[in-house]
């Protein structure tokens, strides 16, 4: 394991830093952001909370607009954003933004020519979090959050992971992809066209066979441009009742699709994960 | 008088917005943002704190990582922050990051090509407000803050119109251009040879000569790559020792020039002015 340091801000008496490092399961060079609370300065351990960024992103649009350093500092958690999919010359790519390279939808692709690195399932549920805990001062308490294909990707991973995460939050997820635009042509294009291998990565499919729950946390613009058509969080919604899955989804009137709707609630995230993590 | 609106996004219950409008002062179209915190919502007409950004930087860097939004929605004041130079095709520019397009310094340009369009001094100082305060639910009153290059801006503005604002902060601001490379630079362009002219600009000379004190904090970071070669904050704070200007200058440990920086204390420079404001 080795690590590459990109560049370190000081940022709320903590410390952002920028990293490369060669990743196995993706087979190339990966890019991540960690947020250092100040308590690490005296020599704590820390938990850590993922952030899964959405389309089109990388660690950077979370750590520059989402003001989640301030909170984080304040709760003695550090905060983990990976890149988005992966990345290089060599890496297959697709001309549109919702697939390919910034579109790696926290699953392992199954399918030529996305199969040789877009694994990103077994990065972030494996060969990022023992990096992390090998490199860094923090415990192996986590908990998972995200955005849009992020948020998905925040769901999917803990209702697959019980055991592994405290608790899961996020904002305007792909709720149920195999139902959606956005959702289907990633999943045909990685998993292909045999829908059973989608509901692998289906939180609507993955919480009706829930064992064991997990505190879960969504939250919802009303005028999010992408609601009806490729969210649609009352699916999830109408299986958390079916199954008594303890999900808290609130909808907050007139908040878009953008960083300044996260950036309005990242506190409440953080402070519901740290409940658990802490 | 006539703006047209660009985008809106709801955040910490007040609304962001982005406009153009053509620019008598400037000759071109502008854009600005403005955040108009949730007070107004309710009838409630709000003070304005100016913010002006740095070299290479539009409206929005501010409005995406600053966190501003946040407290200015609980202290109940506007920010508005416009763009750094005029901006246009037909509009004088330079290869370089510091000329031109990007980097206007605040400044009335006397030179050819300049002077054509380069009147942000004017612009920042009657034409945007007049706009502001007749298209919004704002007060007359006003504060003024930027970072780096809108540093100086802030400062050169305030030192000449105490009777325009009621309190000036900055971060990281270039305080004595006339003796740094990028004021002299830009100076020269836009001002001539001539270095009494320059003075009008220079917060240095202009503070030897006020009549009468504003409010007056700068926060800056003493790992920041510019503070020795451009910013000179030193120099600034010797003017105020010589001459009693109540100006606040701290210093902080391992910070550096980016926005991580400001995040960390835009809330102080916010209570700040709106202990002045409201």
Redesign the interface.
């Known amino acids: 394991m080795s690590i590459e340091n990109l560049s370190q ?5 903590g410390w ?1 830093k920028q990293y490369n490092h060669q990743s196995s399961a993706l087979n190339c060079t990966m890019r991540f952001s960690i947020f250092l609370p100040p308590q690490v300065n005296d020599g704590a351990k820390v938990p850590v909370i993922y952030w899964l960024s959405g389309l089109t992103c990388t660690d950077e649009n979370f750590t ?2 989402a ?1 989640a ?2 909170v984080a500092a304040e709760l003695g958690v550090a905060i983990v954003a990976p890149d988005t999919s992966p990345r290089g010359e060599d890496v297959a790519d697709d001309e549109n933004y919702d697939l390919g390279q910034g579109a790696g939808f926290y699953l392992n692709a199954t399918e030529p020519p996305w199969n040789t690195h877009y694994q990103m399932y077994d990065y972030i549920t494996e060969e990022l979090p023992a990096l992390i805990e090998a490199m860094f001062p923090v415990t192996d308490k986590r908990s998972i959050c995200g955005h849009s294909m992020g948020g998905h990707g925040a769901l999917t991973i803990a209702l697959k992971n019980v055991d592994k995460y405290q608790s899961v939050s996020a904002f305007s997820p792909i709720t149920n992809p195999m139902k959606c635009p956005w959702g289907q042509k990633a999943f045909t294009a990685y998993l292909g066209r045999n829908t059973e291998s989608w509901k692998a990565y289906d939180s609507c499919e993955l919480m009706k066979e829930a064992k064991a729950t997990l505190p879960m946390l969504i939250d919802q ?1 009303t ?1 999010d441009d992408f609601l009806k058509e490729q969210l649609k969080p009352e699916a999830l919604s109408q299986v958390a009742v079916d199954m008594g899955y303890p999900l808290e989804l609130r909808y907050h009137n ?3 699709h ?4 996260m ?2 609630f990242i506190e409440d995230h953080l402070k519901f994960h740290a409940k658990y993590l802490t």
């Open positions: 801000n000081k940022c709320f008496d952002l520059q607009k003001g350093q301030r613009g005028s007139g908040y878009d953008s960083y300044y709707f950036a309005s």
